[in-house]
């Protein structure tokens, strides 16, 4: 491999790993590697192998080529997309392309309904966990109060 490819490769795993908020080490347990190891590749002072390369690349749903990308702007664009094209999302896609422009206005206002009852979902939630709390906690001073003036 030329070392200008090496060094692509390294800058491009650099990228990745820090747009990922990823340590080294997490990278190297990605790769099925030492830590090491991983950050001779990152430095291109060594070229990685095939299967690390595909396994840092499946694990954030890459195309392998992705990592020999020469331009950087390029190379973030794939990564900010790779967010977006695993399996369930690539379906969705695939259906709504296939449905009639109202039954594809139906299935947006039905996803924001959805996104809704989610986030109400979710505030009930907490608020529910708020009141047990604050339970809890007068439950907690109601037992000291008793056992204090058990004491006195």
């Not at 790769?31 to 002072?45: C, F, M, Q, V, W």
């Not at 070229?47 to 020469?70: C, Q, S």
Request: proline share 2%; aromatic share 8%; glycine share 4%.
């Amino acid at each position: 491999m030329k070392l200008d490819t090496q060094k692509r490769i390294g800058a491009n795993l650099k990228i990745l790993r820090t747009c990922k908020d990823l340590s080294q080490a997490d990278m190297a347990e990605i790769g099925g590697i030492s830590r090491s190891l991983y950050t001779h590749y990152e430095l291109a002072n060594r070229t990685p192998d095939a299967e690390v390369l595909f396994k840092i690349t499946h694990y954030f749903n890459l195309d392998m080529g992705t990592l020999f990308e020469t331009e950087p702007h390029i190379f973030l664009s794939q990564v900010s997309n790779s967010i977006y094209s695993d399996d369930d999302s690539l379906n969705i896609l695939a259906v709504y392309r296939k449905l009639s422009p109202f039954a594809q206005g139906m299935l947006l206002e039905r996803a924001a309904y959805l996104l809704d009852w989610d986030k109400f979902k979710e505030k009930s939630a907490q608020k529910l966990k708020s009141k047990k709390e604050g339970r809890a906690a007068a439950e907690g001073e109601t037992r000291e109060d008793s056992s204090d003036a058990e004491i006195e």
